[in-house]
């Protein structure tokens, strides 16, 4: 390059935005002229919308378009509204002519001269948006560094990626309009700390993540089967209270593979990975395994089985046990007999529930109504299977919890009702234990709540996100010491833990009258909004008014319509004074 070309080289810190249509080929392939019509409306909502963001559209070809914007809030808000916008236009349209775009978002410092926009930064956001899920908008880590204590969303954390010709291994994570639909999604935590004061038990030598399995079928409608099979595994081995085995949300921040089992392993601090792989071919079923020790950089057992699709159940306890056997655990026989659940009468009950699952954890209204309707039909085919009811239960807690109904009371009735059925079908399950505590809580019935907790966590002790529950229980029930030495557990056993986590804990702490250690916690939210209630109350017990009237107002921009009368209403406190507390906190603060 020439001296005057250099010259004409211009740096500047920009936010690149790529989105594209997703299967735009199929589309074409079926009827070209109509996807074409449809397309081009699209792109013209682009080009009106995108100079009210101080952005602007640098190149548009046939089923994508990349944009610049001058702030990455902008950016940011700007994909955002475009997206809801793109699915009103599509409410009125058939699943398969729907026009569905994907966004992959970046900041950093691009290269312009006279014909081109160059640079790592662009190339980055590129790929980002070939990742980013169907409909969703996914930012780099350095957008969300940016965004997140500007723009009152949600922020769902999908691992450290690693692209093609990018040298640096970028953070990636999904935007959630709804940001509470982000509160139990799994969080970034480069620097996670536990307190001196944690007098939990060291990571023993049976330490171990079931790493998500990959699915190597041509249906990838049938992926759950793998999804299902990982989580089926990590919970018979939680069940023994010899492990430690890190939970579900954790494992599935690796699904994308980029990293190797073995490195997977020591990022999470456990001495084995369990890595995989299911073919599923009709009524037949292929698992390939293996057992790494990440210490020792070493395969212990490996194996591949295939069965006839009916043999799942005895399978998976199969594995479990070899697993078990193969790491040396000292199991007693107590134990052994404890990993047994009462599988449902057929393979199709089980697989509606699979499936499920994999929607209900994407926290949003449509998806957990989508989750209820595939347990439903899983209890029309097995009308006794106590998975599918405690399932189901969970649905009804959601909708208590994120007011997702007009009768509240109603869903948490509901919830305790279902529990209990699951319970009385199968009391082996800690599923049913755990939705039977949080219902018992919000009806302020709170021993009940706490003795509820109790069992699921004998059941299966390891399981981080009831840990979380039940320390929720704890404080709101004036135990809040207690509450935050099983918070600092969950967080070892879910180093990925999600800013559920973080809100009880500062909880807590604000209980406590640690106020300072309240807002630290809170600061570290991955999606503050939540917690600034507890900032906002903490700020005002304190004295600092300047900081406390900046909180309350991101609480009201959040939540218009909060009323701190109903919401001392709903608190789930056993003692008065624990409501007063807080309400006084609040009142100070400009509430």
């Known amino acids: 390059m020439g001296d005057d070309e250099q010259k ?8 690149s935005v790529f989105a594209d249509v997703v299967n735009y080929s199929r589309m074409m392939g079926q009827d070209d002229v109509q996807t074409t019509l449809a397309v081009k409306a699209r792109m013209k909502l682009f080009s009106e919308m995108v100079k009210s963001y101080s952005g602007e559209i640098v190149r548009l070809a046939g089923d994508g378009v990349f944009l610049i914007f001058e702030s990455a809030v902008d950016a940011v808000l700007f994909a955002v509204e475009i997206q809801k916008r793109l699915h009103v236009l599509n409410e009125a349209v058939s699943e398969d002519d729907q026009i569905v775009f994907r966004f992959g978002i970046n900041l950093g410092e691009i290269l312009i001269d006279e014909k081109e926009l160059s640079g790592d930064s662009i190339n980055i956001a590129s790929r980002i948006e070939a990742f980013a899920a169907p409909g969703r908008v996914c930012i780099s880590g350095a957008v969300y560094d940016h965004v997140s204590k500007k723009l009152t969303y949600g922020y769902e954390y999908l691992g450290a990626q690693e692209f093609k010709n990018i040298d640096d291994v970028i953070d990636v994570f999904q935007v959630h309009e709804n940001p509470t639909s982000a509160t ?5 935590r480069r620097d996670r700390k536990i ?28 992926s759950w089967f793998a999804d299902g099979l990982t989580e089926d595994i990590t919970t018979n081995l939680s069940r023994f209270h010899e492990f430690f085995v890190i939970a579900r949300g954790s494992a599935y921040v690796y699904s994308d593979k980029s990293k190797s089992s073995n490195d997977a392993a020591r990022e999470l601090g456990v001495r084995y990975a369990v890595d995989g792989s299911v073919r599923k071919s ?18 212990i057992w490996g194996e591949q089985y295939n069965r006839n699709i009916d043999d799942l159940f005895d399978l998976q306890d199969e594995i479990t046990q070899t697993i078990v056997s193969a790491t040396a655990a000292q199991i007693e026989a107590s134990e052994r007999e404890r990993l047994s659940l009462i599988h449902p009468s057929n393979l199709e009950a089980y697989g509606f529930v699979l499936q499920g699952q994999k929607h209900i954890y994407r926290y949003t209204q449509a998806e957990v109504r989508c989750a209820r309707g595939l347990f439903e039909t899983a209890l ?11 399932a189901k239960s969970r649905t009804y807690n959601l909708d208590w919890r994120y007011a997702w109904t007009e009768k509240p009371d109603v869903a948490l009735d509901d919830a305790l009702t279902l529990a209990r059925k699951a319970i009385d079908l199968d009391e082996s399950d800690a599923r049913g234990f755990g939705e039977l505590g949080f219902a018992h809580l919000y009806r302020k019935e709170h021993d009940s709540a706490i003795s509820a907790y109790e069992r699921a966590l004998k059941l299966n002790p390891n399981d981080a996100d009831l840990m979380s529950d039940m320390a929720d229980a704890l404080a709101h029930s004036g135990r809040s010491e207690e509450a935050i030495v099983l918070l600092q557990k969950a967080m070892c056993l879910n180093p990925f833990y999600p800013d559920q986590y973080i809100w009880h804990l500062g909880g807590a702490y604000f209980n406590l009258k640690q106020y300072d250690e309240a807002i630290r916690t809170i600061q570290t939210m991955q999606n503050p909004t939540e917690g600034r209630r507890i900032m906002a ?6 004295g600092r008014i300047d900081e406390a009237r900046s909180e309350v107002a991101k609480v ?17 406190d056993k003692y008065q004074e624990d409501v007063d507390h807080f309400v006084d906190g609040l009142k100070r603060a400009g509430l």
């Open 8 to 15: 004409n080289l211009k740096r500047r810190l920009m936010a």
């Open 184 to 188: 139990m999604t799994p969080g970034l």
């Open 195 to 222: 307190s001196k004061s944690f007098k939990g038990d060291p990571i023993k030598d049976q330490s171990i993540v079931v790493l998500p399995f990959s699915f190597q079928g041509s249906d990838t409608n049938e």
């Open 282 to 299: 009709g009524s037949r079923i292929r698992i390939s395994l293996q057992l790494r020790d990440a210490h020792r950089d070493r395969t």
């Open 380 to 390: 029309v085919s097995d009308p006794r299977y106590a998975r599918a009811i405690a």
């Open 537 to 542: 109350a903490s700020y005002g017990h304190l």
């Open 556 to 572: 009201l921009k959040a939540h218009p319509d909060f009323d701190i009368d109903h919401w001392a209403a709903v608190q789930p």
